[in-house]
Nanobody
Framework: QVQLVESGGGLVQAGGSLRLSCAAS????????MGWFRRAPGKEREFVAA????????HYADSVKGRFTISRDNAKDTVYLQMNTLRAEDAAGYYC?????????????????WGQGTQVTVSS
């Protein structure tokens, strides 16, 4: 089992920045990739970004490319999502997830473990 705990959400003005963290514990050696997803009210869960556990490969949704950066700290078993130039449409619950199988990274079904989520609110 892998446990994931997100933090760092909050209220920010449009154009501002936030950094989300996702701390992993448990059998982290089984993780192949970590992903961030988000879900806004009335919308489906949406892929945001992903990174391999070794940090070698990253992927981004087109809507966040150039604004968001995913990274990881090997020593802390923590993955980060740096979010810059935030827009109203970025407001959502953000969830990190762990994929142990190297499955299709944008598909939430590929991820076996999920955190409880952290809320991001963007004021205009």
């Amino acid at each position: 089992q892998v446990q994931l705990v997100e933090s760092g959400g909050g209220l920010v003005q449009a154009g501002g920045s936030l950094r989300l963290s996702c701390a992993a514990s448990g059998r982290t050696f089984t993780i192949y990739r970590m992903g961030w997803f988000r879900r806004a009210p009335g919308k489906e869960r949406e892929f945001v970004a992903a990174i391999t556990w070794n940090g070698r490969y990253t992927h981004y949704a087109d809507s966040v490319k150039g604004r968001f950066t995913i990274s990881r700290d090997n020593a802390k078993d923590t993955v980060y999502l740096q979010m810059n130039t935030l827009r109203a449409e970025d407001a959502a619950g953000y969830y990190c997830a762990a994929d142990p199988r190297n499955a299709y990274y944008p598909d939430p079904v590929s991820y076996a473990y999920w955190g409880q989520g952290t809320q991001v609110t963007v004021s205009s």
